[in-house]
């Protein structure tokens, strides 16, 4: 590993310490979390007796499965509740192989995490179901999220694509970080940022003034990398952005288990 790497990606050594689900929701926050475990949803037999025209609100059983120190749940649940959709959430314990289970990838193929079930169907990708979300829920009042107009909605997915780039690259530096000591690796992270810091421009958030879905999904992005530790003073705008996020009305709160996760993760790495 060259000195440069280990001078922008300075990663806590992973140990088999991993705090399980249980431990880390023992662990003191502002936002509580049921603790009834994940089981495959039955189909609902509402669903037999009424159209999809005929659902409202209130007739959906919308299911919302998520490991509450994974980022992209943390930001699906925020957007579920800023939205007051319908969810009943259920635990996926990752530390305990639950999300790899061969009863959970019937599911999720690949694992992922969140991971809803709504109208007789599931969808799993953080990105779709921020669409979904926003799509089947959302108000005008809340237009500027994901804006109706083509244009600016393909601007957002343009930024979501990119923000994916960025989040496999992550998520390899974290699992196998022999494979991304090298310096195209770090060129590839950094080339993403770089693109999402050029749609930022002169706005506050990936929309201007307001938060959007890509807002919530990059944040995501970023507060797992650094999370381990990756140097980003070399993108001022992307640092700026993240500090106004970190002042969003209930991010900090929906983030909260996530951030006592790593507190304690690198607590006892060092052990």
């Known amino acids: 590993m060259t000195t440069e790497y280990k001078a922008r990606y300075s990663q806590p050594q992973v140990t088999s310490k991993r705090p399980t689900l249980q431990q880390v ?109 926003i799509s089947e829920f959302g108000t005008e009042r809340l237009d500027s999220m994901y804006p109706k107009e083509s244009i600016k909605r393909a601007r957002l997915d343009a930024i979501l694509d990119i923000d994916s780039q960025l989040d496999a690259r992550v998520k390899a530096s974290l699992h196998r970080p022999g494979d991304c000591s090298d310096r195209g690796n770090l060129d590839e992270l950094d080339y993403c940022l770089e693109q999402l810091s050029g749609f930022l421009g002169d706005g506050n958030f990936f929309g201007g003034d307001s938060v959007t879905i890509a807002d919530l999904s990059v944040y995501s992005s970023v507060v797992r990398l650094m999370s381990a530790r990756y140097d980003m003073r070399a993108f001022p705008m992307l640092r700026s952005w993240k500090h106004k996020m970190d002042r969003v009305q209930g991010i900090r709160d929906a983030f909260s288990y996530f951030d006592r996760f790593i507190h304690s993760f690198q607590r006892q790495s060092t052990d």
């Open 25 to 133: 929701l023992q662990l003191p926050t502002q936002l509580p979390f049921p603790t009834q475990s994940y089981q495959p949803v039955e189909e609902e037999p509402q669903y037999a007796q009424k159209t999809l025209a005929d659902l409202t609100r209130q007739d959906r059983s919308v299911q919302l499965f998520v490991d509450p120190v994974v980022p992209e749940c943390c930001a699906t649940q925020l957007l579920a509740q800023y939205l007051e959709v319908p969810a009943k959430v259920k635990l996926v314990d990752t530390a305990m192989g639950e999300n790899v289970s061969a009863q959970f990838r019937c599911i999720s193929p690949f694992g992922d995490l969140p991971v809803i079930y709504d109208r007789g169907h599931y969808l799993h990708g953080s990105r779709a179901i921020l669409r979904y979300l």
